[in-house]
């Protein structure tokens, strides 16, 4: 992959390049802060009764939202992504689907959450799915994971780790306006990971812009990654906080 890819090509590759590292996605990806959930579901006149999961990929965020006490089913397309959401959450009831084909009833579910994963669909189309399979006065939220570049040595180390395919679609100001939901909110919550160098090599390594990147590249760069982190005081030995900052989503369905 280049700087040249069309976008639609490489949107596509990179959506479909995490099956290949599901097992190290599994163990390596953050999980999401309690507060954005909590806040996500606030809009809802009445504790949720379900919950649905688009995109759950290894269950990251089915896993929190399990802590609301409603009953959460999982929706995921990739079978290998899906396989271990099945291996860690087995009383979750987990489908195979895309969010542009959500295999639920009408109107069965209070919310409907995509954690890392809005802007990897066909907005017109998932949208109109997600409409339907929410109840009146239910919510979409969204969230996303992004490391905090307001600490100077993770903006360093993030430009340092991009490649030819790092192009950023995950804009929740985007969300378009849909007659089915009201004007989307936005928040923004603190998070972190406990991590070591070598478990923050293994994280950004199941980066979808390194997944695709020549075996050249991916190579260069996680040597050049490890060698910054080796120098660095923070992040030379031992266990350290990589500094996130979890974006959330919010918009509600019109009664």
């Not at 700087?3 to 390049?17: I, M, N, V």
């Not at 997600?130 to 009146?136: D, F, S, T």
Request: net charge negative; charged share 25%.
């Amino acid at each position: 992959m280049s700087d040249t890819t069309p976008d639609a090509e490489l949107k596509a590759l990179r959506a479909g390049s995490f099956g290949r590292r599901a097992s190290a996605y599994a163990r390596h990806r953050p999980d999401y802060p309690w507060a954005a959930v909590e806040w996500g579901l606030a809009e809802i006149a009445h504790p949720p009764r379900e919950i649905l999961d688009l995109a759950a990929g290894t269950g990251k965020l089915t896993a929190t939202l399990l802590h609301t006490g409603a009953e959460v089913t999982a929706v995921e397309p990739d079978a290998e992504m899906l396989a271990q959401l099945r291996v860690a959450l087995p009383a979750v009831p987990a489908l195979a689907g895309r969010a542009e084909d959500i295999p639920l009833p009408d109107a069965c579910v209070d919310a409907v959450f995509a954690g890392q994963a809005l802007h990897w669909f066909d907005l017109e189309v998932a949208l109109t799915e997600i409409g339907r399979v929410l109840r009146p006065g239910g919510v979409l939220v969204a969230l996303w994971n992004h490391e905090d570049h307001a600490i100077g040595w993770v903006a360093e180390f993030s430009a340092l780790t991009r490649t030819g395919a790092s192009r950023d679609w995950r804009d929740p100001v985007a969300l378009p306006e849909y007659p089915a939901f009201r004007p989307a909110e936005q928040a923004f919550f603190p998070h972190a990971q406990r991590r070591t160098a070598d478990t923050l090599l293994e994280t950004i390594a199941t980066h979808s812009h390194l997944l695709v990147a020549t075996e050249e590249e991916r190579t260069r760069k996680l040597r050049a990654a490890r060698e910054f982190l080796a120098a660095r005081p923070e992040t030379a030995t031992g266990e350290f906080d990589l500094p996130l900052v979890t974006t959330a989503l919010r918009a509600r369905r019109a009664c």
